[in-house]
């Protein structure tokens, strides 16, 4: 009885687990590299390049380049139709 108990803990922990790890994985990091900005959004260089001069906001420490989700998903929407 006991044993089964453990199993069933056990199996219901395991699966926890694997959907917190998968819920993680799917999720955009707040802060990405512009590289994952370019992967979050979809798009080429060139293209993530004419985001930037368009208005697209990068925050840049030290020579470290970082965008937030927060600031690609306000400048899509400011530029949807």
Known sequence: MQSTTQAIVLNTF???????????????????????ARNYIGVSHNTFN???????KVAEIDGIKRVS???IDRFLTEHSF
């Open 14 to 36: 395991t699966e926890l687990l694997e959907e917190i790890v998968n819920n993680k994985k799917d999720k955009p990091k707040e802060w990405m590299s512009i590289e994952e």
């Open 50 to 56: 004419k985001f930037r001069i368009m208005g697209l």
């Open 69 to 71: 989700k927060s600031e």
